[in-house]
Every structure is written in C-alpha cells, then in structure tokens.
C-alpha cells in the first residue's frame, strides 16, 4: 500500500507542479510583454521629446530669421524716408549741366525760327501739282 500513496503522490505532485508552473510561466511572459512595452513607450516618448526640441529649435532659428529680416526692412524704410526727406528740403539737382541747358534753348530757337521761315508760302509749287497735265489725267 505505500506504494500506492507514492504512486498518488508523485501523481498529485505532478498535476501541482503543473497548474504552479503554468501560471508561474504566464506571469511571467506577462511581466515580460508589459517591461517590453514600458521600454518601447519610454523609447517613443524619448524621440517625441527629440522631435518637440528641433522643432522649437528651428522654429526659434526662423524667427530670429525673421526678426532679422524686419530689422533689415525698418532699416530700409527709415532709410528711404531719410533720403526722401533731404530730397524735399534741398533744392533739386538739375538733369543736365547748366552748358547743355544753354545749348539745348539755343537748339530750340534755331528750331523756332526755321519754323516761322516754313510756315511761309514758297513760291515754287511742287511738280506734283504742276499746272499742266500729265500723265493718266491728260
């Protein structure tokens, strides 16, 4: 009979053995698959804080391009009201020099005179109208 107990022992022993060892090796795959997904979320949550800080980096670098760019227009445009306002208070600078203003009135009354000289009537008409006929309308 004793041998019988053993026999239902180690049978009892085994079936034990069994259930502890199937939950045992559950909880821990378990265990496993949650470190698994902590360390891939830590990891996602890392590159997302990497990709936040270049975004900011380069958004920060833009706009000191941009403040750059604004200084250089402020700069521009005072500028250009600075010249405009030394424009209105100093006299204006003349096109030409003052020989070839000379020259340029003395080539218009040339102009002017030749002008009164051809409004006159000349005394010889063209051959085109010509007194006598010629031509198809003989």
């Keep these: 009979m004793s041998w019988i107990v053993g026999i239902l022992l180690v049978i009892a022993g085994a079936i034990v053995g069994f259930f502890v060892a199937r939950y045992w090796l559950t909880e821990h795959s378990d265990e496993a698959e949650l470190n698994q997904q902590v360390t891939q979320t830590k990891q996602q949550l890392a590159d997302y804080r990497q ?37 209105q208070e100093q006299p204006s600078l003349p096109f030409f020099a003052e020989d070839t203003i000379r020259e340029l009135r003395m080539a218009n009354k040339v ?16 051959r085109d109208y010509s007194d006598t ?5 003989k």
């Design 51 to 87: 990709e936040v800080a270049e975004h900011l980096a380069t958004a920060q670098a833009l706009v000191g391009q941009l403040e750059e760019t604004q200084d250089k227009l402020k700069a521009y445009l005072h500028h250009s009201a600075d010249l405009l306002q030394r424009e």
């Design 111 to 126: 102009k002017g005179e030749k002008r009164r000289s051809d409004d006159k009537v000349p005394s010889d008409m063209p």
């Design 133 to 137: 006929k010629s031509g198809l309308f």
